[in-house]
């Protein structure tokens, strides 16, 4: 029952978290503001300020590699959802999963922006769950060609 309390809680506010952080505000999200909210005795509007933490690390790690190495990585909304979630909604914790995931990503880009000139690459959920597979599949696509 606190649960499902606390679940409502959070729906009330969760629309407003989705629009400002470009996220998709679904049973991922709203589970790991729930768990957030029970373990440390807090509400809704806390655990959507965390969240919302989360998301602005996600923007500031996406501005920093494009200043570093002039590559645009696109997440989709389930992706930046993914990422968040993954990371258990800390803003820390974004920076480091996705420095650790995307390591590889400035040499496979550059490659793929040599090649074809493009410098905006999507990411996708899928990208997300196997981070290298997709960039290798990117590059054996345009290479193929």
Do not use: W
């Amino acid at each position: 029952a606190e649960r499902t309390e606390l679940a409502r809680a959070f729906a009330a506010q969760a629309t407003l978290l989705g629009e400002r952080c470009r996220l998709p505000v679904g049973a991922e999200i709203t589970d790991l503001a729930v768990r957030r909210m029970s373990r440390r005795g807090s509400d809704a509007e806390e655990a959507c300020r965390v969240i919302g933490g989360a998301a602005a690390a996600l923007d500031h790690f996406l501005a920093v590699f494009r200043e570093q190495h002039g590559i645009t990585l696109e997440f989709t909304p389930e992706a930046r959802e993914r990422i968040v979630v993954l990371a258990g909604a800390g803003a820390e914790q974004v920076e480091a999963l996705c420095a650790k995931l995307f390591a590889n990503y400035p040499l496979g880009l550059n490659l793929l922006r040599e090649r074809t000139g493009r410098d905006t690459f999507p990411v996708s959920a899928e990208a997300i769950a196997d981070p290298e597979g997709y960039l290798n599949g990117l590059i054996r696509e345009t290479y193929a060609r």
